[in-house]
């Protein structure tokens, strides 16, 4: 009960930054289209069109008003109309969703599976893998975009033998039924993108593995199983590993955050058309509604990813599940 | 246990302060892993500040042909409008350097002075939980991008930005340690001989959190060295000064990069320097939680949880 509340007070937060934040800060979004997004067109204002333009988005009604018209948008699920792509944001979001899911998805599950087992394997045998945790320790403090640019010099120039953009081959012809084609295709442009991602998040696992690992290596509870005669794996995977897994539940909700800049600058990097690269775009084109969208629903992504992550240690933890919700 | 006898060592130092003993442990001897950290730092401040001195050309001219590859004249060729590569990372360092240390200077006194302020004021002290449960919410590099969006990103507003959105996790572990320096003994022997409150926790618990305070630090600078990094790296830097990130952003997202091998001189030596910096930072923070194992654990695990 009392995490639901601070979970809906964060929400609550979240909007109000959100809404706030392009109200206090100078710089005026119409000066940004009149001077056509920063590149293309230049675009001449008249005071009628100015004052048009204010009326259509709200911004010459006293701020209680705007802030009633803002609850209203979101609770119809209305997030704006996008300033340079002359689009609903919620259409040009649900266009670029899939794509970013997809990038975020694979590498995640790639950096947890192999930076778990990893970590579990180097804090079993302590002392054995110091080299490696170094390693995974330096690369995993390197920018998303050195780490991309690595992968691209060695996968794609030295050894071109992967594409370094987009998420297609452009104007492919699958011929309709050949799914197969374009799923080769696909995963072969997903590739660098997810490798770089996932590259860059492992690290964290590996080392919250190892020193979890190490923690519950002490636990008489430990000495214990093997009393019992249990198999070494079964000790390490059923015993271990199963209490060592609580933290990164956690870190799982809380990497996201940082996963998400990961994504606009990886998208941004291999031309990749999701989330991260429409947030490019319209930083370059200072297209306010598209950037505040996208910054609230990353706010809720993370919200909601640590409320699962809390849900499910206590499915997983019946220590969790005695004591009442802290 | 090589620390525990260092810790001993140095806190036995006769005429030493109990704040300058602790300090001298997080300032430790120098370990192979500390002095590669502090070297490439070190290279990197040198250029930065000798930087006038020593580069060849303006970075900002055009004093080479476009694409120059490297000779005499240019030792790291040109890049797509003729300026010097060598030049433009000479100078480039020196925004790294700047933005990281300014912005990690104001998040750590923040994240000190109210974790401080919050172990003693019940105010301060939801008002540090309330802020660091919602800087855990946040997307930062978005919201660092809208920002940057609005205000356009000049230093000024990137080092406020990140500096202001940085500070709540390390508040929160500071708050902890100095609840758990109240419980301790020579607390109260201090308060039984008179001593004001104020004058505890300035005298007592503060030199007890520097350790915590010199890592996030560190921490600090190589996360806002990345974020800013990051950021011109999607061409929002400043546009009249010349960053590492930058000269990756006009060479990266060009898209015609890579069919001549000019990536080798455009590319290659920004991306070199930053992860080399940043790198560099990585190692120091090691090298001093390693010295300062025990309390500064739960800051690594902190770190990985919350920065990244």
Redesign the interface.
Request: hydrophobic letters at 70%.
């Given at each position: 009960m009392r995490s639901a509340i601070r979970y809906l007070l964060l929400l609550v937060a979240l909007f109000a930054i959100s809404f706030a934040l392009p109200r206090a800060l100078p710089g005026d979004p119409l000066a940004a289209l009149a001077s056509g997004g920063g590149q293309d067109a230049l675009l001449v204002l008249t005071p009628q069109a100015h004052q048009q333009l204010l009326a259509y988005y709200g911004l010459d009604q006293p701020l209680p008003h705007q802030a009633l018209r803002f609850i209203g948008e979101m609770i119809r699920g209305d997030l704006g109309y996008s300033i340079s792509a002359s689009q609903p944001v919620t259409r040009l979001i649900l266009d670029r969703l899939p794509w970013t899911l997809l990038l975020v998805a694979l590498s995640l599950v790639l950096a947890g599976v192999f930076g778990c087992a990893a970590g579990l394997l180097a804090g079993y045998r302590h002392g054995r893998y110091e080299r490696l945790s170094a390693v995974l320790l330096l690369v995993g403090s390197l920018p998303d975009f050195v780490v991309g640019i690595g992968l691209i010099l060695l996968l794609g120039v030295l050894v071109p033998i992967l594409p370094t953009s987009g998420a297609a081959t452009s104007f492919a012809d699958c011929g309709g039924l050949a799914i197969g084609g374009c799923a080769a295709d696909l995963a072969a442009h997903a590739a660098l993108p997810v490798l770089t991602l996932a590259l860059v998040q492992l690290p964290a696992f590996f080392l919250l593995m190892r020193a979890a690992t190490l923690g519950e290596l002490g636990q008489s509870y430990i000495t214990a199983a093997r009393a019992r005669g249990l198999t070494e794996r079964r000790v390490a995977t059923r015993h271990v590993g199963r209490n060592a897994i609580l933290p990164i539940i956690t870190l799982l909700g809380l990497r996201l955050g940082t996963l998400l800049g990961g994504v606009v600058v990886v998208e941004t990097l291999f031309g990749y058309p999701g989330l991260g690269e429409l947030t490019y775009q319209a930083a370059l084109s200072r297209d306010f509604p598209v950037l505040q969208a996208l910054f609230l629903l990353g706010g809720v992504a993370i919200l909601a990813l640590n409320a699962l992550a809390d849900l499910w240690r206590r499915r997983i933890d019946p220590r969790l599940r005695a004591e009442p919700a802290a | 246990m090589k620390t525990a006898a260092h810790i001993s060592a140095a806190v036995r130092i006769p005429g030493l302060s109990r704040g300058m003993a602790r300090l001298s442990v997080a300032v430790p001897r120098l370990q192979p892993r500390m002095a590669i950290g502090l070297s490439i730092v070190g290279l990197t401040s040198a250029m930065a500040l000798l930087a006038p001195l020593i580069a060849p050309y303006d970075p900002h001219a055009y004093s080479a042909a476009p694409l120059a590859s490297p000779s005499l004249q240019h030792w790291l060729g040109a890049n797509d409008v003729g300026q010097d590569t060598l030049s433009q990372l000479l100078y480039g360092a020196r925004i790294s350097l700047l933005v990281g240390l300014v912005a990690a200077i104001a998040s750590t006194a923040i994240a000190w002075g109210l974790g401080l302020l919050s172990g003693v004021s019940r105010l301060a002290d939801a008002i540090v939980s309330g802020s660091a449960?919602?800087m855990?919410?946040?997307?930062?590099?978005?919201?660092v991008?809208?920002?940057?969006?609005?205000?356009?990103a000049s230093v000024p507003v990137v080092i406020i930005t990140l500096g202001v959105v940085t500070w709540g996790p390390f508040a929160r572990i500071i708050r902890g340690q100095v609840q758990a320096e109240l419980r301790k003994p020579y607390i109260e022997a201090a308060r039984a001989v008179g001593t004001t409150p104020v004058r505890t926790l300035i005298r007592h618990i503060a030199p007890a959190t520097v350790p915590t305070a010199v890592a996030k630090f560190v921490m600090t600078v190589?996360y806002a060295v990345?974020a800013q990094?990051?950021l011109a790296?999607?061409?929002?830097g400043d546009p009249t000064t010349i960053s590492w990130g930058d000269m990756?952003h006009r060479a990266?997202?060009s898209p015609l990069i890579?069919l001549d091998n000019s990536?080798l001189w455009r590319?290659?030596p920004s991306?070199l320097a930053?992860?080399l910096l940043?790198?560099g930072?990585?190692?120091i923070g090691?090298a001093i939680e390693e010295r300062s194992l025990p309390t500064l654990?739960r800051l690594?695990?902190a770190r990985?949880?919350?920065?990244?």
């Open positions: - | 449960d919602l855990l919410a946040l997307p930062v590099l978005p919201l991008i809208l920002v940057a969006a609005y205000l356009g190589q990345v990094a990051s790296f999607l061409g929002l990756v990266a997202l890579f990536w590319l290659v991306a930053i992860g940043v790198v930072f990585a190692l090691w654990l690594r695990l990985e949880v919350d920065e990244g």
